[in-house]
């Protein structure tokens, strides 16, 4: 039985259109043309993933993100029609794992799709994900990482983080003293066929500072100008 995934889309065409793609490819579907129709099918069911539209009769996509992050982790990939870099930041900081801009070639959303399920697994269907996650705790300064319970504390003090902003920190905690272009970062982080500007990077590490180098006083995260973003080992 293939991966199930709930498809948001109040454009019954192209809703169709997908459903019938996604069995051709052996998944099992489940659609839903209206925002808050679909958190209550989300929160009720558990799927391997969820493709959501932003503009939907009811909630719209960003909202069902919003409250669906809250209650439970399911990859969702967004589908939006819309091109500015805010609704997709808000997207993937609401917890999107990828977004495609309408009209997409089947092909991308199938690819897109492939990669979000490798990527994003559910933890039962994952469990010999390696003994790294299990002995995945990273730590700097008084900054401690448990990547496996997905917390991050800074002297005792948790940080909530975003999934986003929590693979980003990981990615540079895990480079230490190396400089990470920001192509680099958002392949790290939004995954290798990531089409997305790279300001995005840039807009996480302003999350990210804002959170911790902020709160706590510290300068963990560098900037080198023209090149990328570094965290230096212990210092501060
Ligand atoms: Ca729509």
Known sequence: MGARIL????????????????????????????????LEIALREDFAL?????????????EVLRRLQKEKQVP???????????????????GAVDYITKPFAIEELLA????????HAAPA??????????????????LVMNV???TVKYDGHEIFLTNR???????????????????????????????GETNIVDVYIRYLRSKIDDVFHIKMIHTVR???????????
């Open 7 to 38: 498809v948001v889309e109040d454009e019954e065409k192209l809703a169709r259109f997908i459903e019938l793609e996604l069995i051709h490819e052996g998944y099992e579907v489940t659609k839903s043309g209206n925002g808050r129709d679909a």
């Open 50 to 62: 969820i493709l959501l539209d932003i503009m939907l009769p009811g909630l719209n996509g960003l």
């Open 76 to 94: 969702v990939i967004l589908l939006t029609a819309r091109d500015a870099v805010n609704d997709k930041v808000s997207g993937l900081d609401a």
């Open 112 to 119: 897109r799709i492939r990669v979000a399920l490798k990527l």
């Open 125 to 142: 269907q994952s469990a010999a994900r390696s003994d790294a996650a299990k002995e995945g705790v990273l730590t700097w300064g008084l």
């Open 148 to 150: 496996p319970a997905h």
């Open 165 to 195: 902003e929590f693979l980003m920190l990981r990615t540079l905690l895990e480079n230490r003293d190396i400089v990470l272009s920001r192509d680099t970062l958002l392949n790290k982080v939004c995954g290798y066929d990531f089409v």
């Open 226 to 236: 023209g090149v990328g973003y570094v965290i230096k080992s212990e210092e501060g």
